[in-house]
């Protein structure tokens, strides 16, 4: 599992490589959550078959999250004229603000301010927004020279220090300051597979991390929302153009983030549970004289969650069966309108959430592949969650369905889940 060392931008370049054109919430809100949705992200993903893209990594399939969004920041209206950065610098160059962090005030709407007033002169802003999400403030506007709509988003955070370049791909330099600068430029947000984003979205992006804890991370995009149509070929500003903002001495960080454990997630103390025994409920919670196969489990030790699945077969089709088990972070208490389908608060205040056949796909994949899902989830009062679900197919993607409906309701999905020995993990640390 990796620690907020990690690469905000690399998180969630391999974070989509399931990307859909109306996935808002493995876009948008991947985009939103950024750091501090770490563990969940990686449960997430492992749910759709996709858990090597991260080791880490999962991102918001019907997840654990979905009850709880963040509540953005009041947006500044109209455009403002911007001023245009100090000369540009490069990723070689060594000029960095100063390695000490403000102690002035900030939020959000303040980092929204500094980004626009950043950006270079002569481009049409619109669209402007900011949110806070657990110490992490992002802002974005929508850019246009007169050639296409390009969306700029910047993330802010003080955490734990990064002070090397492993597992960031692209350029990134440890600068004589000891700050490390990373970047890459035009690249599909779906790197493994582009043709798989049939929006053709790209993205130049730019880092920095400080030896301090400080970390901003600037990303433009080709189009004036990942989830759309690009409307140009590439992103509207350069590595060095980003790179000028990054460096500037205008933006003033959020405080620190103290107490995170590796997931970037204050730790809940709670014990770890062997995935063995995740597994062996999942199977133990099945009905008899089914046939398992594919058996997978993700997650585990300190992650915080532990996740397992089966394929299997009744004779009239094989069908991956899914079940996810954790502590949240924060209990869900209320319906809040996002997440599954339907909601609803029990008499003994956990809250459940469910979604009926579920497509896997937004586009034309979905005609193709046909498969569905029927997902539950219980949201105990203590924090212990647990999600189950139950696809026609073999896998949620890249495989064609084998029955027309998946194999288990909702209310077989809930009894499942409802039985008495699921063991929920916890991160073992406090």
């Known amino acids: 599992m990796n620690n907020l060392n990690d690469s905000l931008p690399d998180l969630m370049r391999r974070a989509t490589d399931d990307l859909e054109p109306e996935s808002n919430d493995l876009v948008e809100r991947g ?16 749910l759709s078959g996709a858990g090597a893209v991260l080791a880490t990594a999962g991102i918001i399939v019907g997840g654990t999250h979905l009850f709880a969004g963040s509540t953005p920041e009041p947006t500044v209206a109209g455009p403002s004229a911007p001023a245009t950065p100090s000369a540009p610098a490069t990723p070689s160059d060594p000029a960095t603000p100063s390695a000490e962090p403000s102690a002035k005030a900030t939020s ?9 007033a950043l950006l270079p002169s002569g481009l049409n802003q619109s669209a402007p927004r900011s949110e806070k999400d657990n110490g992490l403030f992002s802002a974005h506007v929508v850019l246009d020279d007169g050639k296409g709509a ?7 955070v003080t955490t734990k220090p990064n002070r090397d370049c492993a597992g960031l791909h692209g350029t990134c330099q440890v600068r004589p300051d000891g700050s490390v600068i990373h970047s890459y430029a035009n690249e599909s947000i779906v790197p493994f597979a582009p043709e798989r984003d049939p929006n053709g979205i790209r993205n130049t992006v730019v880092e920095v991390f400080y030896p301090d804890g400080r970390l901003i ?19 509207l500003l350069t590595v060095k153009q980003l790179t000028a903002i990054a460096n500037s001495d205008q933006w003033v960080y959020p405080p620190a983030v103290t107490g ?11 014990p770890t549970v062997p995935l063995e025994q995740t597994q062996q409920q999942l199977k133990s919670v099945l009905p008899r004289g089914l046939q398992f196969t594919r058996p997978e489990t993700w997650g585990g030790g300190t992650n915080g969650f532990n996740g397992a699945s ?11 069966v899914d079940a996810l088990v954790q502590y949240e972070t924060k209990p869900v208490t209320k319906c809040t309108g996002e997440g599954p389908q339907h909601c609803k608060v029990r008499s003994d205040g956990s809250v459940i959430g469910w979604s009926k056949n579920e497509p896997s ?14 997902r539950v989830e219980i ?12 696809y026609n197919g073999p896998s949620e993607k890249n495989d064609k369905h084998t029955r027309a409906k998946p194999m288990f309701s909702t209310d077989q999905l809930f009894a499942m889940a409802g039985k008495p020995g699921w063991k929920f993990p916890g991160t073992g640390t406090k």
């Open 379 to 390: 949201h105990y009062p203590d924090g212990r969650m647990i999600s189950m679900t139950s």
């Open 361 to 374: 796909y937004g586009d034309e994949r979905q005609a193709i592949n046909g498969v569905l899902a029927n």
């Open 108 to 116: 959000p709407a303040q980092t929204l301010a500094t980004l626009r």
């Open 31 to 46: 985009i939103q959550r950024g750091v501090t949705l770490r563990r969940r992200r990686t449960a997430m993903l492992g």
């Open 310 to 320: 089966y394929v299997v077969n009744d004779g009239k089709g094989a069908a991956r």
């Open 217 to 235: 991370s600037l990303y433009n995009y080709n189009s004036p929302n990942p989830i759309v149509a690009h409307t140009r070929t590439n992103p």
């Open 150 to 156: 390009s969306l700029v988003t910047v993330k802010i």
């Open 260 to 270: 995170l454990d590796e997931a970037g997630l204050p730790p809940n103390g709670k």
